[in-house]
């Protein structure tokens, strides 16, 4: 009889996570706006960083409630913090980050003050607002949701609130791979990098970065004879450079699907017209794939560069005076590459396809370490997958590759599987007012939404079943 009466006590304690550990998410709105509001007020331009400030605020923040923190920081004003809830030690680390600096503003672009998280028709404004305070804010409230409501955890979770992520890594992730790993060293990380879209008020579709191309730049260097312009020369320096990066402007790199962005065009088929949904399915056959190219390189810009090892021409510099013919002339390329590019190999190609012994093509040293992707086939893209079914019922998740960098490179060449989010806009807002943007905002019921997104992805793949 007492063992019934045990099992019948034990049939009624929730049987997952979510439903074990529940929240009022209306009640806490206001906490997850106040706190978001305070990390977009501290300008954290980079350069010069001062992410310091934002780390000292969230230091203050986690402390209050337990927390033990620690900062490590290569600039004694570009602070990265780090906290850790410990778990049963069953299961390896699950890592929370997201970066403090921001990206300049030119004030006399915006409508509103960039550093005062200006409410106005639903949106919150300001620098930071979508890159990535948005992000540190989910993660600060995961790791205090966590703490609250004492939840037992099979890995410890830990949050990096790192500086330096726009461009200037050797003071954030760089500094904390290479000198304090141990503090961060996990199995899986969720930062920035995804998203979704919602039309009218419904969700479409929610994407999860697995990978990213690669930044692998290059100059081109053109070398001829000097002279006075008013001769001209069959060397020309000036003119042989032009002719090199209209041939590499005209060139498309071969196309390459990965597992990846595979399984987004069939996934994204599902949910689009017809004639959308034909060129998805059919981007890979033989008979079609050239026509459909064709159409993303004039039409679905995002579409074309997925498929390929990109080429653009970014900066020219040459000559000092309008009279003089200059002996060198040199272009700047944004190379963003497929995680599995040769590169010398692609550099070979580019040289065949200029096809001039008088230009040279130097590549640029230094970006972001090419790593393997994450695969899909995890507990933690399926917690992710199961947090947007509850989060934004009925739209459908799309794995992704991203076209620019995130310091999920760093992680995952360390052999972390590390996952991109991030909040779901309306279809309308995607075409302005986002990241780097003038009037950059969020949208406040996007941000709660978020919110509750990472708690159901972190209670799922990190609470003790």
Request: charged fraction near 25%; aromatic fraction near 8%; glycine fraction near 8%.
């Amino acid at each position: 009889m007492k063992n019934l009466w045990v099992l019948a006590l034990f049939c009624c304690v929730p049987s997952n996570a979510a439903e074990r550990y529940s929240v009022e998410w209306a009640k806490l709105a206001p906490e997850i706006l106040e706190k978001y509001s305070v990390l977009v007020r501290i300008d954290t331009s980079n350069p010069p960083g001062n992410e310091t400030k934002a780390a000292d605020y969230l230091k203050s923040v986690l402390e209050r409630e337990g927390f033990q923190t620690k900062s490590f920081a290569l600039d004694p004003t570009r602070a990265n913090l780090v906290t850790r809830l410990k778990g049963n030690g069953s299961k390896r680390p699950l890592l929370l980050m997201g970066h403090t600096d921001v990206v300049g503003v030119q004030r006399n672009k915006w409508t509103v003050d960039p550093f005062a998280a200006v409410r106005k028709d639903g949106y919150v404004y300001g620098r930071g607002t979508t890159d990535d305070k948005n992000i540190v804010t989910a993660c600060l409230m995961a790791m205090l949701l966590l703490k609250r409501m004492n939840v037992s955890l099979d890995r410890d979770v830990i949050f990096l609130a790192e500086a330096g992520e726009e461009g200037t890594t050797h003071v954030g992730i760089d500094f904390m791979v290479n000198q304090h790993w141990s503090e961060i060293e996990a199995e899986y990380a969720i930062t920035e990098g995804g998203g979704g879209i919602a039309r009218n008020g419904q969700p479409r579709f929610v994407s999860i970065t697995t990978t990213e191309k690669v930044s692998r730049g290059a100059k081109l260097v053109a070398h001829g004879s000097a002279g006075h312009g008013s001769v001209p020369r069959p060397d020309n320096a000036v003119s042989h450079l032009a002719m090199a990066v209209g041939k590499l402007a005209a060139w498309q790199p071969p196309m390459r699907l990965n597992d990846t962005t595979r399984v987004y065009f069939e996934r994204l088929a599902t949910i689009s017209a017809p004639a959308e949904a034909y060129r998805y399915n059919h981007v890979a056959d033989p008979a079609k794939s050239a026509e459909i190219q064709s159409y993303f390189a004039a039409n679905e810009l995002q579409h074309n560069s997925i498929l390929r090892t990109s080429v653009v021409p970014t900066m020219l510099n040459a000559g000092f005076r309008s009279n003089v013919i200059p002996s060198d002339a040199e272009a700047t390329l944004d190379i963003r590459a497929l995680p599995d590019e040769d590169m010398p190999k692609f550099y070979s190609e580019m040289k065949r396809i200029i096809d001039d012994a008088s230009v040279e093509i130097v590549p640029v040293k230094g970006g972001r370490p090419a790593g393997k992707p994450s695969t899909m086939d995890s507990d933690m893209f399926r917690a992710m997958e199961n947090a947007a079914k509850k989060t934004y019922p009925g739209a459908i998740t799309l794995p992704g590759m991203l076209t620019g960098a995130t310091d999920m490179a760093q992680l995952r060449a360390k052999g972390v599987s590390a996952y991109g989010f991030g909040p779901v806009i309306e279809e309308k807002d995607q075409s302005a007012n986002g990241p780097h943007s003038d009037d950059e905002r969020l949208r406040e019921t996007a941000l709660y939404k978020m919110v509750e997104f990472v708690w159901h992805a972190v209670i799922e793949a990190a609470a003790a079943k």
